[in-house]
């Protein structure tokens, strides 16, 4: 089998590489792999379905997670800069697509801008960015070869429509590996383009938005090359499709089976709620 395991450390250059592993020895490091996809899964229905005030529990219970993790808040925050923009422009979508009902913040002709719009994009944007938090909690307490590990034993009944669990528990944990890998390429690419005097800050959002167009051919080759190269070690290695044997199969403790009982508390306290 392909050994998919990040091997990138947890900072470089001061910035959080999203989708590394981060090691460390903790109660959420030990968890069953499957624990923790099953309770992610669980956690993203509530944020999807909570109101103002269960958001703020829920990020709450998400930061109590981060320090039993032993993983940093500013870790945490650093990554979400990566998406940061897209929060930006999601947030913008809200308050200028909503109707302004009632009194509004800014009427300026065909601009109308409500107070509801801005809370909606405040409360949307506040949930897309929860996720974003525990998954990237997931990513950083467990490795590629756990989440490979638990994906296929999750999706083994699929067996009966004879759909390989492990393929696509492989193609899903490649893509977690190749996040941080595409995201450093990125940042390698834009420092060369800056030190031959590309401008990305400054500038008319045309000239902007060029620059920014420079950065895309690039980047796609470098994808292409490193799916490539890819495709060679896992050839080169012998790999075929097919189920796979593991030299360490996971184990619920009693810790997994706690947890999962609290998870099936909350999902029936929601379905009666």
């Not at 703020?56 to 032993?70: K, N, V």
């Not at 422009?89 to 601009?111: N, S």
Request: glycine content about 6%; proline content about 4%; some cysteine.
């Amino acid at each position: 089998m392909l050994p998919v395991t990040a091997a990138f450390p947890e900072r470089r250059g001061g910035v959080y590489n999203l989708g590394v592993y981060v090691h460390r020895s903790s109660p959420v490091h030990r968890l069953d792999p499957r624990v923790k996809i099953i309770a992610v899964i669980v956690f993203s229905i509530i944020i999807l379905q909570a109101d103002v005030i269960s958001l703020l529990a829920a990020t709450g219970l998400a930061l109590a997670i981060s320090g039993l993790a032993r993983i940093p808040v500013r870790t945490l925050l650093a990554a979400l800069h990566p998406v940061l923009p897209f929060f930006f422009f999601l947030f913008l979508m809200y308050v200028f697509f909503t109707p302004a009902a009632g009194k509004r913040l800014l009427d300026w002709g065909v601009i109308q801008i409500g107070y509801q719009g801005v809370a909606v994009g405040l409360l949307q944007t506040g949930r897309f960015i929860l996720l974003v938090i525990i998954a990237s909690i997931l990513t950083m307490t467990t490795s590629s070869s756990e989440i490979t590990i638990g994906l296929e034993r999750l999706l083994r009944p699929l067996k009966i429509i004879r759909i390989s669990s492990h393929d696509i528990a492989l193609m899903v944990a490649l893509a977690l590996r190749f996040i941080p890998t595409l995201l450093q390429e990125m940042n390698s690419i834009k420092e060369a383009q800056l030190a031959r005097g590309a401008n990305f800050k400054t500038g008319a959002i045309r000239g902007r938005m060029r620059a920014a167009m420079h950065l895309i051919e690039p980047l796609t080759l470098s994808i292409f090359r490193h799916c490539d190269e890819l495709v060679d070690a896992m050839e080169a290695r012998g790999y075929r499709q097919g189920e796979r044997t593991y030299l360490r199969e996971p184990v619920f403790s009693r810790a997994d089976y706690c947890v999962t009982g609290i998870m099936i508390i909350i999902v029936i306290t929601m379905l009666v709620w």
